[in-house]
């Protein structure tokens, strides 16, 4: 029995699905690790950090000396300044622990160090999409550490709260402080000054009399659009020093982060509450913006970022927009849009229940490709892939995560209501955007082959799992007799059926494993203008 | 113990890809007209940029790859064009100009969609599958252009 057991696991574990993954990456040169010229981002030299309880005992002793009674009205004493937090790195060996780590809502983490200067801020930034890299962040003193991931404390840090009422205090200088204590937040300047800081604190050397509210607008081309959408629903992140803030865009891609008292890192995360996209196997897909005190507005005209924002949408839309009556998906984690800026020219994208990054990596991943034939995808592409691997997700809860009953579920089952998702979804998001026919039986100017034509051109002379089933269940078109000339196919399913919605479909798809029970359960479930020979009419070629 | 091995089944079985059938459609034309032609495609009576090809006699060219998830028939190079008319013209600038399906012209000389010498109709294209397996088929879709096709034009 244990042989068995063992043969098992080890097909578990050596399933032709998986995907490599390499050994961290444990080059500690930061800044050739990161930085280079293909536009990624790229780092300069080491900055002297203002927190570290070393710089601000200096600075209080500096303060004590310029002004000995205020110094002492708040602190005891210099030892009074003690560490309060970490600043630390931690590198996940593989997907396990890189999610444990991102499923830890105390954890800011950035792929880069937060204590260097950077140089090429503007650009696109980019992890080896396949390798675990280090990520930085400040924790409390208290904070747990898991034993098994690696970790390194960089360096102590004295990191005094600020005010949770949002009270700005003014400083000995003039200038401004999100310190509710005012000599706090001298304590803070006089670090930043003496750490060479003062940049961050300072408008050309002179205090900041105003705080920084980071506000702006994110936006992203749509090549089917050609126009730049909002973008919304993605994290911004503001980043001054171990001081994070964040908040996700709204509707019409506009953010407003709370204060900060000087310059700011700005950057874009495509992350939020139910999903998270990758940048590869492994690695969050993000854009690190301005070191700023400017408002940041940021249209992601091209390139890898476009890809990104658009794996995003289709994510975005499925899980938070308008799609009908269907269900959101419902993982109970964060499903992982894994985004591979490569080509693959079998397939755009798809799903692996149980993971790419790792067939015993518990969480689920979907992988979406970049290019095929060394063609990149177009925006409407990419997002309604997105949304068609997401429906696959959608199905299998439905199951009720159960492994072996999903299985049995037919590819053209399982297929043809991804399609009809797909086909639901994208073309609500397109005709929302201005194409008024996205999807409909006359409309071809579309890359994405199903959504042609809405798909009415489908016969079984086509071939493929990728059926018009639940298209035909939904629409009022009846493409018998009708010609689709760029595929010189003249319709021959007679479909008299409409009147079910996705949703409702939805609600006995569970009882759906091929056309046998799917014609049962349409028959239990017809509408009332629909009759049985219609259904039987329609599935019949199926 | 049955249920360890139920579980192993499963995460073996669920561990495998949703997605696993797929195609790859090629596109070709081949000008065995016996002189150079070129193709100029048009939509409302403006050329398609980027879409003009120069092809030799004798001359095979590869014109459009499509293939993704789906043991089916994939796309053929007529829904890249955008276009609603083509103009080919020959090595001594006779010319002839193809008509997309309901599109209509003032010239009499236009060959119809429904020409069996139309480009834009698939039907005039040669279907071959070259591969067919039980999770992949890989199909080539050629026109050729023939002598009758330049002696046509003027």
Same mark, same amino acid.
């Given at each position: 029995?244990?042989?068995?057991?063992?043969?098992?696991?080890?097909?578990?574990?050596?399933?032709?699905?998986?995907?490599?993954?390499?050994?961290?990456?444990?080059?500690?040169?930061?800044?050739?690790?990161?930085?280079?010229?293909?536009?990624?981002? &790229?780092? /300069?030299?080491?900055?002297?950090?203002?927190?570290?309880?070393?710089?601000?005992?200096?600075?209080?002793?500096?303060?004590?000396?310029?002004?000995?009674?205020?110094?002492?009205?708040?602190?005891?004493?210099?030892?009074?300044?003690?560490?309060?937090?970490?600043? &630390?790195?931690?590198?996940?060996?593989?997907?396990?622990?890189?999610?444990?780590?991102?499923?830890?809502?105390?954890?800011? !983490?950035?792929?880069?160090?937060?204590?260097?200067?950077?140089?090429?801020?503007?650009?696109?930034?980019?992890?080896?999409?396949?390798?675990?890299?280090?990520?930085?962040?400040?924790?409390?003193?208290?904070?747990?550490?898991?034993?098994?991931?690696?970790?390194?404390?960089?360096?102590?840090?004295?990191?005094?709260?600020?005010?949770?009422?949002?009270?700005?205090?003014?400083?000995?200088? #003039?200038?401004?402080?999100?310190?509710?204590?005012?000599?706090?937040?001298?304590? &803070?300047?006089?670090?930043?000054?003496?750490?060479?800081?003062?940049?961050?604190?300072?408008?050309? /050397?002179?205090?900041?009399?105003?705080?920084?509210?980071?506000?702006?607008?994110?936006?992203?081309?749509?090549?089917?659009?050609?126009?730049?959408?909002?973008?919304?629903?993605?994290?911004?992140?503001?980043?001054?020093?171990?001081?994070?803030?964040?908040?996700?865009?709204?509707?019409?891609?506009?953010?407003?982060?709370?204060?900060?008292?000087?310059?700011?890192?700005?950057?874009?995360?495509?992350?939020?509450?139910?999903?998270?996209?990758?940048? #590869?196997?492994?690695?969050?897909?993000?854009?690190?913006?301005?070191?700023?005190?400017?408002?940041?507005?940021?249209?992601?005209?091209?390139? &890898?970022?476009?890809?990104?924002?658009?794996?995003?949408?289709?994510?975005?839309?499925?899980?938070? /927009?308008?799609?009908?009556?269907?269900?959101?998906?419902?993982?109970?984690?964060?499903?992982?849009?894994?985004?591979?800026?490569?080509?693959?020219?079998?397939?755009? #994208?798809?799903?692996?229940?149980?993971?790419?990054?790792?067939?015993?990596?518990?969480?689920?991943?979907?992988?979406?490709?970049?290019?095929?034939?060394?063609?990149?995808?177009?925006?409407?592409?990419?997002?309604?892939?997105?949304?068609?691997?997401?429906?696959?997700?959608?199905?299998?809860?439905?199951?009720?995560?159960? !492994?072996?009953?999903?299985?049995?579920?037919?590819?053209?089952?399982?297929?043809?209501?991804?399609?009809?998702?797909?086909?639901?979804?994208?073309?609500?998001?397109?005709?929302?955007?201005?194409?008024?026919?996205?999807?409909?039986?006359?409309? =071809?100017?579309?890359?994405?082959?199903?959504?042609?034509?809405?798909?009415?051109?489908?016969?079984?002379?086509? /071939?493929?799992?990728?059926?018009?089933?639940?298209?035909?269940? =939904?629409?009022?078109?009846?493409?018998?007799?009708?010609?689709?000339?760029?595929?010189?196919?003249?319709?021959?399913?007679?479909?008299?059926?409409?009147?079910?919605?996705?949703?409702?479909?939805?609600?006995? !798809?569970?009882?759906?494993?091929?056309?046998?029970?799917?014609?049962?359960?349409?028959?239990?479930?017809?509408?009332?203008?629909?009759?049985?020979?219609?259904?039987?009419? !329609?599935?019949?070629?199926? | 113990?049955?249920?360890?091995?139920?579980?192993?089944?499963?995460?073996?079985?669920?561990?495998?890809?949703?997605?696993?059938?797929?195609?790859?459609?090629?596109?070709?034309?081949?000008?065995?007209?016996?002189?150079?032609?070129?193709?100029?495609?048009?939509?409302?009576?403006?050329?398609?940029?980027?879409?003009?090809?120069?092809?030799?006699?004798?001359?095979?060219?590869?014109?459009?790859?499509?293939?993704?998830?789906?043991?089916?028939?994939?796309?053929?190079?007529?829904?890249?064009?955008?276009?609603?008319?083509?103009?080919?013209?020959?090595?001594?600038?006779?010319?002839?100009?193809?008509?997309?399906?309901?599109?209509?012209?003032?010239?009499?000389?236009?060959?119809?969609?429904?020409?069996?010498?139309?480009?834009?109709?698939?039907?005039?294209?040669?279907?071959?599958?070259?591969?067919?397996?039980?999770?992949?088929?890989?199909?080539?879709?050629?026109?050729?252009?023939?002598?009758?096709?330049?002696?046509?034009?003027?």
């Amino acid at each position: 029995m244990k042989k068995i057991i063992y043969c098992l696991l080890l097909l578990v574990v050596f399933n032709s699905c998986k995907r490599e993954e390499n050994a961290p990456n444990n080059n500690d040169d930061v800044a050739t690790k990161i930085g280079d010229n293909n536009g990624n981002i &790229v780092l /300069g030299k080491k900055l002297e950090n203002p927190y570290s309880v070393k710089n601000m005992k200096k600075a209080y002793q500096s303060l004590a000396q310029q002004q000995p009674n205020s110094a002492n009205k708040s602190f005891a004493d210099e030892n009074a300044i003690t560490t309060t937090h970490y600043y &630390v790195r931690f590198l996940p060996t593989d997907s396990i622990q890189y999610n444990k780590l991102k499923a830890d809502g105390s954890l800011v !983490l950035y792929p880069i160090p937060l204590d260097y200067e950077i140089i090429d801020a503007g650009c696109n930034t980019q992890e080896p999409s396949d390798k675990p890299v280090w990520q930085y962040t400040a924790v409390k003193k208290t904070y747990q550490f898991d034993p098994t991931i690696k970790y390194e404390i960089l360096e102590d840090l004295y990191l005094p709260e600020e005010s949770s009422t949002g009270t700005i205090s003014t400083l000995s200088d #003039g200038s401004k402080s999100t310190y509710a204590n005012k000599l706090t937040g001298d304590l &803070v300047n006089e670090s930043m000054k003496m750490t060479n800081n003062l940049k961050d604190i300072s408008d050309s /050397g002179a205090p900041r009399k105003v705080l920084y509210r980071p506000a702006g607008r994110i936006t992203v081309f749509d090549t089917r659009l050609n126009k730049s959408i909002p973008l919304a629903g993605v994290e911004i992140r503001g980043r001054r020093w171990f001081n994070f803030k964040s908040t996700y865009t709204d509707a019409n891609g506009n953010y407003s982060l709370g204060y900060f008292g000087g310059n700011t890192n700005l950057s874009i995360f495509y992350e939020t509450g139910a999903f998270d996209v990758r940048s #590869g196997t492994l690695g969050q897909a993000w854009y690190n913006g301005p070191h700023t005190n400017d408002p940041w507005s940021f249209d992601i005209r091209d390139g &890898v970022q476009r890809f990104y924002a658009h794996v995003f949408r289709g994510a975005f839309r499925y899980h938070n /927009g308008n799609i009908g009556d269907l269900k959101r998906p419902n993982y109970g984690g964060k499903i992982k849009y894994c985004a591979y800026d490569k080509n693959n020219d079998d397939i755009n #994208g798809d799903a692996s229940p149980f993971g790419y990054s790792n067939h015993l990596g518990i969480l689920p991943d979907i992988r979406i490709f970049r290019y095929s034939n060394n063609i990149e995808h177009l925006s409407d592409e990419i997002f309604s892939t997105t949304v068609h691997e997401t429906a696959h997700f959608s199905h299998i809860e439905l199951m009720n995560w159960n !492994l072996l009953q999903f299985q049995q579920v037919s590819n053209r089952i399982a297929e043809s209501w991804a399609v009809a998702v797909q086909w639901q979804i994208t073309s609500m998001e397109y005709k929302d955007r201005g194409i008024t026919d996205f999807g409909n039986p006359n409309f =071809v100017n579309t890359n994405v082959r199903r959504l042609r034509y809405g798909y009415q051109y489908w016969n079984s002379d086509i /071939g493929s799992d990728y059926t018009s089933l639940f298209i035909n269940l =939904v629409d009022n078109f009846n493409e018998n007799g009708a010609f689709f000339p760029l595929y010189n196919i003249t319709g021959n399913i007679n479909d008299n059926v409409s009147g079910y919605s996705l949703g409702s479909i939805e609600s006995f !798809l569970k009882h759906c494993y091929g056309i046998s029970s799917t014609r049962e359960q349409l028959k239990s479930h017809k509408p009332i203008n629909v009759s049985d020979d219609q259904i039987d009419l !329609l599935l019949n070629n199926y | 113990m049955k249920s360890t091995i139920l579980v192993l089944l499963s995460l073996y079985f669920f561990s495998s890809c949703t997605d696993r059938t797929s195609h790859k459609t090629q596109s070709f034309i081949v000008n065995n007209s016996l002189v150079n032609l070129k193709l100029e495609y048009y939509r409302n009576g403006v050329l398609v940029p980027d879409n003009s090809l120069n092809i030799n006699n004798n001359e095979k060219i590869k014109v459009y790859t499509e293939s993704s998830e789906g043991k089916d028939v994939g796309d053929s190079y007529l829904v890249k064009l955008n276009a609603d008319s083509l103009v080919v013209t020959y090595f001594d600038n006779k010319k002839t100009t193809y008509l997309f399906f309901g599109i209509l012209s003032a010239n009499k000389d236009a060959i119809s969609f429904e020409n069996t010498r139309n480009i834009f109709n698939l039907g005039n294209w040669k279907k071959d599958i070259i591969l067919e397996s039980k999770k992949r088929v890989e199909t080539y879709f050629t026109f050729t252009f023939i002598q009758e096709d330049y002696l046509r034009a003027n």
